[in-house]
């Protein structure tokens, strides 16, 4: 059982669907109940609204069975925040969920003090039956790529905000000068920027630190999805 944001929902039920699995995807909340005994594992991968997140998160909680793994995206909050919302906190597990990571060869997980090991290796396992490594990573907002990736793509606004180079020549000059598949700004049009500006607006909001500034071109692009500069 798959609920979130899109693209991410798609995206997982796709690469799930290929491995093998049956998808109930984007169930409505009121159907939960009589779909839950047919769930071995369910994905919650909303990012950009909590309230979406947590009436998600509870309604799982809910209906599914007390030893159904319920993994979440935790890069906009901690897999304990989240759980503080929920009655059985031990099976809850992060993941490093944005769009296009999925594509990845590795998939970071992230339990909380709560999380059992038990629930921990059910998604390691479910990983593997998508032929991905997992990475096991400490429950904290951003995670670990996401985190990076993020500033990276904040960096690169804040230059062609200044005007050091067009979208285009950046891209250009990282792929070349440090080999990246994708410059920056194509990856924040790949991942979206509204994704972006979530995962750094929780890690300003979590760490309060000037170096999670947020670019305000980050900012208008996610607000109003038009990127001026173009990439």
Same mark, same amino acid.
């Given at each position: 059982?798959?609920?979130?944001?899109?693209?991410?929902?798609?995206?997982?039920?796709?690469? %799930?669907? %290929?491995?093998?699995?049956?998808?109930?995807?984007?169930?409505?909340?009121? +159907?939960?109940?009589?779909?839950?005994?047919?769930?071995?594992? $369910?994905?919650?991968?909303? +990012? !950009?609204?909590?309230?979406?997140?947590?009436?998600?998160?509870?309604?799982?909680?809910?209906?599914?069975?007390?030893?159904?793994?319920?993994?979440?995206?935790?890069?906009?909050?901690?897999?304990?925040?989240?759980?503080?919302?929920?009655?059985?906190?031990?099976?809850?597990?992060?993941?490093?969920?944005?769009?296009?990571?999925?594509?990845?060869? *590795?998939?970071?997980?992230?339990?909380?003090?709560?999380?059992?090991?038990?629930? *921990?290796?059910?998604?390691?396992?479910?990983?593997?039956?998508?032929?991905?490594?997992? $990475?096991?990573?400490?429950?904290? *907002?951003?995670?670990?790529?996401?985190? !990076?990736?993020?500033?990276?793509?904040?960096?690169?606004?804040? %230059?062609?905000?200044?005007?050091? $180079? /067009?979208?285009?020549?950046?891209? *250009?000059?990282?792929?070349?000068?440090?080999?990246?598949?994708?410059?920056?700004?194509?990856?924040?049009?790949?991942?979206?920027?509204?994704?972006?500006?979530?995962?750094?607006? /929780?890690?300003?909001?979590?760490?309060?630190?000037?170096?999670?500034? !947020?670019?305000?071109?980050?900012?208008? !692009?996610?607000?109003?999805?038009?990127?001026?500069?173009?990439?």
């Amino acid at each position: 059982m798959i609920l979130g944001d899109d693209p991410l929902v798609r995206e997982y039920a796709d690469v %799930a669907a %290929a491995a093998g699995y049956e998808i109930l995807l984007q169930p409505k909340i009121k +159907n939960l109940k009589s779909q839950a005994e047919q769930v071995s594992i $369910a994905l919650e991968l909303t +990012n !950009i609204d909590p309230a979406v997140k947590r009436s998600n998160l509870t309604a799982l909680d809910k209906v599914l069975p007390e030893t159904t793994a319920i993994l979440t995206s935790s890069v906009t909050m901690t897999v304990l925040d989240q759980s503080s919302w929920l009655g059985m906190k031990h099976r809850v597990v992060g993941i490093a969920a944005l769009p296009t990571f999925i594509a990845h060869e *590795v998939a970071e997980i992230a339990p909380s003090i709560h999380t059992l090991q038990s629930s *921990v290796e059910v998604a390691r396992n479910f990983f593997l039956s998508l032929k991905k490594e997992t $990475a096991v990573v400490q429950d904290r *907002v951003g995670m670990v790529l996401p985190r !990076i990736l993020c500033q990276i793509i904040n960096e690169a606004l804040f %230059a062609v905000q200044q005007g050091v $180079a /067009s979208p285009k020549e950046i891209d *250009v000059a990282m792929k070349l000068g440090m080999n990246y598949p994708l410059g920056p700004l194509e990856w924040g049009e790949k991942i979206g920027f509204d994704q972006v500006y979530a995962v750094l607006d /929780s890690l300003q909001r979590d760490l309060r630190e000037k170096r999670y500034r !947020i670019c305000p071109l980050l900012k208008e !692009i996610a607000t109003t999805g038009n990127f001026w500069g173009g990439v």
